[in-house]
Protein backbone atom coordinates (compact mmCIF):
# COMPACT_ATOMS: atom_id res chain seq x y z
CA UNK A 1 0.00 0.00 0.00
CA UNK A 2 1.75 3.52 -1.00
CA UNK A 3 1.29 6.03 1.64
CA UNK A 4 2.59 8.93 2.86
CA UNK A 5 3.22 10.48 5.99
CA UNK A 6 4.55 13.87 6.96
CA UNK A 7 5.86 15.14 10.72
CA UNK A 8 7.43 18.52 11.73
CA UNK A 9 4.80 20.78 11.97
CA UNK A 10 4.01 22.90 15.07
CA UNK A 11 4.12 26.77 16.05
CA UNK A 12 6.82 28.82 15.31
CA UNK A 13 7.02 32.74 15.67
CA UNK A 14 6.87 35.21 12.33
CA UNK A 15 10.07 35.07 10.32
CA UNK A 16 11.48 31.94 11.86
CA UNK A 17 11.68 28.43 10.43
CA UNK A 18 10.28 24.78 9.78
CA UNK A 19 11.07 21.88 8.11
CA UNK A 20 8.18 19.54 7.31
CA UNK A 21 9.24 16.00 5.83
CA UNK A 22 7.30 13.24 4.26
CA UNK A 23 8.41 10.23 4.21
CA UNK A 24 6.76 7.53 1.11
CA UNK A 25 6.46 3.81 1.48
CA UNK A 26 4.99 0.70 -0.45
CA UNK A 27 6.65 1.56 -3.60
CA UNK A 28 9.53 2.71 -5.71
CA UNK A 29 10.23 6.18 -4.57
CA UNK A 30 11.81 7.25 -7.52
CA UNK A 31 8.77 6.49 -9.60
CA UNK A 32 6.68 9.26 -8.00
CA UNK A 33 6.79 12.86 -8.26
CA UNK A 34 6.26 15.04 -5.13
CA UNK A 35 4.34 17.73 -4.58
CA UNK A 36 3.61 20.21 -1.15
CA UNK A 37 0.20 21.61 -0.82
CA UNK A 38 -1.44 23.86 2.08
CA UNK A 39 -4.40 24.42 2.66
CA UNK A 40 -5.83 27.57 5.25
CA UNK A 41 -9.27 27.38 7.31
CA UNK A 42 -12.22 28.60 5.37
CA UNK A 43 -9.65 28.63 2.17
CA UNK A 44 -9.10 26.13 -1.05
CA UNK A 45 -6.41 24.03 -0.81
CA UNK A 46 -3.49 25.57 -3.15
CA UNK A 47 0.06 24.51 -4.07
CA UNK A 48 3.23 24.96 -2.91
CA UNK A 49 5.80 23.57 -4.26
CA UNK A 50 7.05 20.27 -6.47
CA UNK A 51 10.29 18.33 -6.82
CA UNK A 52 10.20 15.97 -10.06
CA UNK A 53 10.66 12.06 -8.98
CA UNK A 54 14.55 12.57 -10.04
CA UNK A 55 14.88 15.81 -8.32
CA UNK A 56 16.14 17.34 -11.08
CA UNK A 57 13.07 20.09 -11.41
CA UNK A 58 11.45 22.29 -9.04
CA UNK A 59 8.64 24.59 -8.81
CA UNK A 60 6.85 26.99 -6.54
CA UNK A 61 4.13 28.95 -5.89
CA UNK A 62 4.53 32.37 -6.06
CA UNK A 63 3.98 33.24 -2.38
CA UNK A 64 6.66 30.72 -1.29
CA UNK A 65 9.01 31.49 -4.20
CA UNK A 66 12.68 32.37 -2.75
CA UNK A 67 11.59 31.67 0.92
CA UNK A 68 10.24 27.51 0.58
CA UNK A 69 12.59 25.21 -0.31
CA UNK A 70 11.33 21.77 -1.01
CA UNK A 71 14.25 18.39 -1.56
CA UNK A 72 13.98 14.93 -1.51
CA UNK A 73 16.73 12.28 -0.60
CA UNK A 74 16.37 9.17 -2.27
CA UNK A 75 17.80 7.06 0.59
CA UNK A 76 15.56 7.27 3.04
CA UNK A 77 12.28 7.99 0.52
CA UNK A 78 11.49 11.59 2.52
CA UNK A 79 10.87 14.73 0.80
CA UNK A 80 11.38 17.83 2.82
CA UNK A 81 10.44 21.17 2.70
CA UNK A 82 12.11 23.75 4.16
CA UNK A 83 10.35 26.88 5.38
CA UNK A 84 12.27 30.08 5.87
CA UNK A 85 10.69 33.52 6.84
CA UNK A 86 7.09 32.28 7.80
CA UNK A 87 4.44 34.96 7.64
CA UNK A 88 1.00 35.44 9.09
CA UNK A 89 0.13 34.11 5.58
CA UNK A 90 1.63 31.07 6.06
CA UNK A 91 -0.37 29.49 8.35
CA UNK A 92 -2.43 25.68 7.28
CA UNK A 93 -2.52 22.50 7.20
CA UNK A 94 0.25 21.20 4.99
CA UNK A 95 -0.21 18.21 2.75
CA UNK A 96 2.17 15.94 1.11
CA UNK A 97 1.12 14.74 -2.28
CA UNK A 98 2.60 11.83 -3.66
CA UNK A 99 1.97 11.24 -8.29
CA UNK A 100 3.64 8.64 -9.89
CA UNK A 101 5.23 9.22 -13.55
CA UNK A 102 3.08 7.76 -15.94
CA UNK A 103 5.14 5.50 -17.17
CA UNK A 104 5.43 4.01 -14.35
CA UNK A 105 1.62 3.88 -13.33
CA UNK A 106 0.15 0.11 -13.18
CA UNK A 107 -2.81 -1.72 -12.02
CA UNK A 108 -3.66 -2.37 -7.68
CA UNK A 109 -0.96 0.81 -7.49
CA UNK A 110 -2.59 4.40 -6.65
CA UNK A 111 -2.00 6.97 -9.18
CA UNK A 112 -1.68 9.52 -6.61
CA UNK A 113 -1.68 9.70 -2.93
CA UNK A 114 -2.09 12.38 -0.28
CA UNK A 115 -1.13 12.56 3.25
CA UNK A 116 -3.01 13.68 6.67
CA UNK A 117 -1.35 16.97 6.57
CA UNK A 118 1.07 18.26 9.62
CA UNK A 119 -0.83 21.85 11.30
CA UNK A 120 1.90 24.52 11.09
CA UNK A 121 0.92 27.82 13.15
CA UNK A 122 3.26 31.17 13.19
CA UNK A 123 2.09 33.51 15.88
CA UNK A 124 4.30 35.39 18.32
Known amino acids: QVQVVESGGGLVQPGGSLRLSCAHS????????MNWYRQAPGKEREFVAY????????KYADSVKGRFTISRDCSRNTVHLQMNSLQPEDPAVYYC?????????????????WGQGPLVTVSS
Open 26 to 33: GDVFANYA
Open 97 to 113: HATVVPIFARPGYPDAV
Open 51 to 58: ISSNGGST
